[in-house]
């Protein structure tokens, strides 16, 4: 049996779905659709005529077959990568200095992160998390080179990612007392989420307490889990485990957030292939970043 040569496009999706564990996490790394990855990966297993991947409602696995084909696949990736390495005119190169808030480091990050190093392997990264306001402060000291953040008020440098309301979120199982303050899960001060959380809460005349308070996204989580509290939070990048408590009894709606992207303007090859793959999963295309410093 005579087998035609495997596209470079196909081995590509099928590690993708490999490393993410799900077509929907490999969609995201690849930005593309999850109906691009399906029709990928079944053009994939005609063209070797082998069932690569077992699918059901609850998993995803790899064949026997899958699993003798993701080495192969992966060896011959990566010589493409060194080839094209080779062949590029200019391939980039350097050391990239890149802030991000909390939501977005322990949830999509990971998913931009392989997508770039895959294309950019000799660029080197630096990653600072924090609160959104004291990347903002970095950035402007010249600390970093880009950040990724939630607007501040007033201030209208960067390119918006997108838009979304500020979600009341908590444990599966969490029930609100109407008669008692709501315990709320935050981060300290200067946080965004924070300040617009209370806010609504304050307009609306609804008794609250801060019931948990950590600087990270994980000891936050953690509460919300233990069922402490509620945690206003991004639904777009909710962390395992919680859901979305809107309509609720007693809770107002809260206001919308923008997550931007600011680099320092001008031509920075770097800087922009590593704005662009982060649109590019956000559901964006780019064409230059708007001015920061």
């Not at 590029?88 to 939501?103: I, Q, T």
């Not at 000799?122 to 939630?150: H, Q, T």
């Not at 008669?179 to 609804?206: F, K, N, W």
Request: charged content about 20%; overall charge neutral.
């Amino acid at each position: 049996m005579t087998m035609d040569l495997i596209p470079v496009d196909l081995l590509q999706t099928f590690v993708a779905v490999a490393e993410a564990g799900s077509f929907t996490g490999a969609a995201r790394a690849l930005g593309v659709g999850q109906s691009t990855v399906s029709q990928q990966i079944q053009r994939l297993e005609q063209r070797t005529g082998r069932r690569c991947i077992e699918r059901s409602t609850h998993r995803m696995a790899l064949t026997a077959d899958g699993e003798v084909l993701l080495a192969h696949a992966r060896s011959i990736l990566d010589g493409h990568a060194r080839l094209q390495g080779y062949l590029a005119a200019v391939p980039l190169r350097g050391r990239l200095r890149l802030g991000a808030c909390e939501d977005f480091v322990l949830s999509a990050l990971p998913d931009v992160l392989a997508a770039f190093a895959r294309r950019h392997p000799d660029v080197d990264l630096e990653l600072r998390a924090g609160l959104s306001e004291n990347l903002y402060e970095a950035f402007d000291a010249g600390l970093l080179d880009l950040i990724f953040v939630k607007q501040r008020e007033g201030d209208r440098r960067g390119t918006v990612a997108w838009e979304e309301p500020i979600a009341w979120s908590a444990h599966p199982d969490f029930r609100i007392d109407p008669e008692a303050p709501l315990p709320l899960l935050l981060y300290p001060p200067p946080s965004v989420t924070r300040m617009r959380a209370i806010e609504a809460l304050e307009r609306a005349g609804r008794t609250w307490r801060v019931a948990f308070t950590s600087a990270g996204l994980t000891g936050l989580t953690a509460a919300a889990r233990a069922g402490i509290g509620l945690l206003p939070h991004s639904a777009r990048l909710l962390p395992p485990g919680l859901v979305v408590q809107q309509g609720r009894s007693g809770l107002p709606e809260l206001p919308c957030i923008r997550f931007v992207v600011i680099g320092p303007g001008g031509a920075n090859p770097v800087v922009d292939a590593l704005v662009a793959t982060i649109l590019q999963w956000s559901g964006l295309q780019w064409s230059g970043v708007q001015g920061g410093r």
